[in-house]
């Protein structure tokens, strides 16, 4: 790959698809927010290790900050702007509001994103299991509790899709 020129990139993003001309070394993080202009996806260390740029990916939870723009050519991305289904909030989004899982909300976009991909990874049997598979999104402010009641309201709903 060319690293001093732009590549012809197609994103499909919340259902939109973008043709975008991308630097090879820029982050999808930085496309979905500076490209796209959808910043509900939080920039916070940027090095892999907060979770605050969570989205989904295919399907699968991935860290944006960490991923290439131009490495997810064709694929399906999903950020917290594309989660609810019109004007009815993603069951995660609701149970967040029910358990004041939040307080600055800084880390909740990339919470509810990752929490709607560990829910369907399907490998969380316990509440200890979704504690630790949540563990690479840190919250600030200490909403951990009601952070991971939400998710465990949502699970034991039977929420896998
Ligand atoms: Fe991506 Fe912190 S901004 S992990
Ligand atoms: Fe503030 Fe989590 S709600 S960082």
Redesign the pocket.
């Known amino acids: 790959m060319d690293t001093k020129k732009t590549h012809s990139t197609t994103l499909k993003v919340n259902g939109e698809a973008y043709n975008l001309q991308l630097m090879p070394w820029v982050s999808l993080?930085d496309v979905l927010r500076e490209e796209i202009h959808l910043t509900g996806t939080k920039?916070?260390?940027?090095?892999?290790?907060?979770?605050?740029?969570t989205v989904i990916a295919d399907g699968k939870r991935i860290?944006?900050?960490?991923t290439l723009g131009v490495m997810k050519d064709g694929s399906e991305i999903t950020t917290i702007e594309g989660v609810a289904d019109g004007e009815n909030l993603h069951p995660v989004q609701r149970a967040f509001i029910e358990h004041d899982a939040f307080q600055c909300g800084y880390c909740t976009p990339g919470q509810i994103c990752s929490a709607i991909g560990m829910l369907k990874e399907g490998k969380a049997k316990t509440r200890e299991d979704v504690q630790e598979l949540m563990s690479g999104n840190l919250c600030r402010c200490g909403a951990n509790r009601g952070i991971i009641d939400a998710i465990m309201e949502v699970k034991e709903g039977g929420y896998h899709e």
């Open positions: 993080l920039k916070g260390c940027d090095h892999g290790q907060c979770g605050a740029c860290l944006s900050c960490l």
